[in-house]
């Protein structure tokens, strides 16, 4: 490469011979500087167990790189994997992870009896041992820490169906590492619970709401002996909407409950049903009481005269039935996860998926008039190919008699959907 000489103007020769006693007094300025903060760190900077140098970063524009940290297995920080915010952390991959788990079914008393696949005899690990990699960045493991702090005199609560009470408990066996909640529930029910972690002022609580909608049952044993159901579809259901005016955060989600028998009223009337096997009665297939609920979930919402918290939609999580449906021998069995190329979501589950994206979409769009913030948290494809990540029968003995015996519809813990949380941990930063 040809070089060319560059001309210096007089009146900066004369600072120019002065260049090596310039670059000794920066050199030692320099020095004095580094060594200041080890001895005088920046307030608050030695009480973090945990160092972002993405803080300012992730307050700028929306293409810088951002940087996070992780914690390894014993607690101490390490330097974080780079994620960038223009990245979409929910398309991607399953790639080994052997690191995993960052908790165990003895480490974490939250793990419901029934995903606790380890205690009832799960022979195989390896379902345990994968982490979620986007196609275009990197997603950084769950930092309690982190979360702790961000969340520090907030509050979070899921409102949806037993999946949802599986990902709070994924957050509670999460954040064990850095401490344990007590319990601060207002009432006895285990579908309502609340907690509180007293070094942070953090509360995080569950409503357990299958339908979102009000909602009573009319026959326990029902066409399909699971119960039949009379969703008022129109109508809040104020069990919910009454506790949650005053949370930071809510993550909205629901399923499964839909194939369930249901009668369906509106203003009061019975417009229809799914599967009552009733006389003169309109045969509406589930994916209109779906469409209704989560509007009228929205709705509920919008509302509230004093809400200004952060609305998450919590996509479906599929269910992994092979070889037969939940009450026909369906059983979910295998030990690995799908390749983003072997699956595609399809058939019900891609209906309901579709489903939330369009009620998401009004709901947000109205909620801006508002001032009201909605966030899409897209578990869907993560979690569709993650088959191995079931309890099957190993959320209870052998000889249990119990309705669903083969569980493809929760999650064992510790597994895939501790990911949940690291996408919702990343979202967090990003807000």
Not at 248 to 255: C, K, Q, R, T
């Amino acid at each position: 490469m040809k070089l060319y000489s560059i001309e210096v103007p007089i009146w900066k020769a004369k600072y120019i011979t002065n260049g090596p006693k310039i670059a000794v007094l920066v050199i030692v300025t320099l020095v004095i500087l580094t060594l200041i903060p080890m001895y005088y760190p920046l307030p608050g900077y030695a009480s973090i167990p945990w160092k972002s140098r993405s803080s300012s970063q992730q307050s700028s524009s929306s293409s810088s790189p951002a940087t996070s940290s992780s914690v390894d297995d014993n607690g101490d920080s390490s330097e974080g994997i780079r994620s960038e915010r223009e990245c979409d952390i929910f398309s991607g991959e399953w790639v080994p992870n052997p690191k995993a788990p960052y908790y165990t079914n003895l480490t974490c008393w939250a793990i419901h009896e029934h995903q606790n696949c380890m205690k009832y005899g799960r022979p195989d690990s390896d379902f345990m041992k994968w982490r979620w990699k986007p196609d275009e960045c990197e997603l950084p493991i769950f930092n309690p820490y982190q979360f702790l702090d961000i969340v520090r005199g907030k509050s979070l609560a899921f409102v949806g169906d037993s999946v949802a009470r599986n990902q709070m408990q994924s957050l509670m066996c999460l954040l064990s590492r850095v401490m344990y909640p007590e319990d601060a529930s207002y009432i006895p029910d285990e579908g309502f619970k609340r907690w509180y972690y007293t070094a942070y002022n953090f509360t995080l609580a569950t409503f357990l709401t299958p339908y979102l909608v009000k909602v009573k049952e009319s026959d326990p044993n029902g066409p399909m002996g699971t119960g039949l159901f009379n969703l008022y579809l129109d109508e809040f259901n104020e069990d919910w909407r009454t506790q949650i005016e005053q949370f930071d955060y809510v993550i909205i989600s629901a399923g499964h409950w839909f194939q369930r028998p249901m009668m369906f009223y509106e203003k009061g009337h019975l417009v229809g049903c799914h599967f009552c096997q009733k006389e003169n009665v309109t045969d509406l297939n589930m994916f209109y009481g779906y469409r209704k609920a989560f509007r009228t979930a929205f709705k509920a919402i919008q509302s509230l005269p004093n809400y200004k918290g952060i609305t998450f939609l919590r996509t479906i999580a599929p269910s992994h039935f092979e070889n037969g449906i939940w009450n026909q021998g369906g059983d979910c069995v295998r030990t690995k996860p799908f390749k983003s190329n072997e699956r595609q979501l399809e058939g019900r589950e891609l209906e309901y998926y579709r489903i939330q994206l369009e009620e998401f979409s009004i709901a947000e769009r109205e909620g801006r008039k508002r001032g009201l913030r909605f966030r899409l948290l897209d578990t869907t494809q993560a979690t569709f190919l993650r088959p191995d990540g079931h309890p099957s029968r190993y959320g209870h003995w052998p000889h249990e008699n119990v309705t669903l015996y083969n569980d493809c519809v929760h999650w064992c813990l510790p597994g895939p959907i501790d990911t949940w949380n690291d996408f919702l941990l990343e979202m967090l930063k990003r807000r």
